[in-house]
């Protein structure tokens, strides 16, 4: 799967022990599937899960929901075991957790292989002072901020603003831009609250994330929406687009629309909303 023009609006967390919940994820409506070891998972069912988990991805039926496996940190008893285990059953990319250096990702690649995509959580300090290096690793595709580890360890109040977690949220963005891969915000613990949960998708997108991560089926819609580009930003796109090309084959290098000049750079970001909206309907269509 061509993870670059795969849209990412839902990143749902799965539970790798549950079977029902493993099964149910087969027909939701989200763009990408976490399936969780490590958070979600107790000690004592660690084993088990990477059995359920294996034995689920090799089934398949997840469409084309981008299939992302959170093993445990390489640090644990657990980790090497995950990643050896489900190194080959299917999933379209590893994601692993407490990442603090580039050479973190090196030691799941020795274990892997150099084939498989590699997600890394960005949830210490460290890791968000090391964005840039940890993006540019050439296996690692996308970033996932966690927000909760995150205020953890900088000891911050949780403000429905996300005020102290600014610097690191856009850090993460910045990082994940400048590698050309994709970056995707943390998760909103209240999920019965969809009006909070609607504020800071919004706000994750205006800061440039790709999508949200979510905990609960419930989320999906509202994530869906948030992240996905509006009517009128396709219509206003396609009539950029328009407009410059019309400018340039009469050998104008700008065009006007709606009374705001339309230059080059413009036009790309309307084509990105373009391919985004190709992409979305893509994913409707299985």
Known sequence: MDSSMHPYRSVL??????????????????????FDLEDAVAPDA???ARQILGEALRQGGYGKRFKIVRINALTTEWGLEDARA???????????????????????SDVIGSDLPIWTMMETPVSVFNAREIAAHAQVTG????????????????????LPLMTALQMIVMAARA?????????????????????????GRDLGFDGKTLIHPAQVEIANTAFAPTNSEIELAARQIAAYEE?????????????????????????????KAQAIAEMATE
């Not at 967390?13 to 994820?25: F, H, V």
């Not at 970033?143 to 996300?162: E, H």
């Open 13 to 34: 967390y799965i539970p790798g022990s549950k079977e029902r919940a493993l099964d149910k994820a087969r027909s939701l409506p989200t763009d990408a599937i976490i």
């Open 46 to 48: 660690k084993a088990e």
């Open 86 to 108: 489900l190194r080959d059953v299917g999933a379209d990319a590893i994601l692993l957790p407490k990442v603090n250096t580039s050479s973190d990702i090196d030691n799941l």
């Open 143 to 162: 970033l996932v901020a966690g927000t909760n580890d995150l205020t953890k360890d900088l000891g911050c109040r949780t403000r429905a603003d996300r």
């Open 179 to 203: 590698a050309r891969i994709v970056a995707v915000d943390g998760v909103y613990n209240r999920f019965r609250d969809g009006d909070g949960l609607k504020a800071e998708c919004e706000q």
């Open 247 to 275: 400018s340039r084959a009469s050998g104008q290098g700008i065009a006007v629309v709606d009374g705001q000049i339309v230059e080059n750079l413009h036009v790309v970001a309307a084509q990105r909303i373009q391919a």
